[in-house]
Nanobody
Framework: VQLVESGGGLVQAGGSLRLSCAASARTFSNYAVGWFRQAPGKERDIVAA??????YYTDSVKGRFTISRDNRNKMVYLQMNNLKPEDTAVYYCAARWDRETTIADRDYQYDYWGRGTQVTVSS
């Protein structure tokens, strides 16, 4: 499975960005997908994830970010609104075979990764 992110960039605080992730999986609907981010000097952390049973958001983005997917076109999106400087990071798309109802929220649980896209939020 190959994943390619796009849509990152520089935005002012309070602005919006929409990240996209294009997947190559043949049966994309069978995969759980997630967005992670890594700021300089910090660990890579979950932002949002979804599988066939539900959706997960980390507390800091609830009400501001929305994860969605288009299984027909093998796309995953992360709509980010009301961006804050602390959202600045490299954002990664990740995927894993959807083998359980629980949504995976740790990076080691995902098998496939994109190269990342930079999001910078200025104050």
């Amino acid at each position: 499975v190959q994943l390619v992110e796009s849509g990152g960039g520089l935005v002012q605080a309070g602005g919006s960005l929409r990240l996209s992730c294009a997947a190559s999986a043949r049966t994309f609907s069978n995969y759980a997908v997630g967005w992670f981010r890594q700021a300089p000097g910090k660990e890579r952390d979950i932002v949002a994830a979804t599988n066939n049973y539900g959706t997960y958001y980390t507390d800091s983005v609830k009400g501001r970010f929305t994860i969605s997917r288009d299984n027909r076109n093998k796309m995953v999106y992360l709509q980010m609104n009301n961006l804050k400087p602390e959202d600045t990071a490299v954002y990664y798309c990740a995927a894993r075979w959807d083998r359980e109802t629980t949504i995976a929220d740790r990076d080691y649980q995902y098998d496939y990764w994109g190269r990342g896209t930079q999001v910078t939020v200025s104050s």
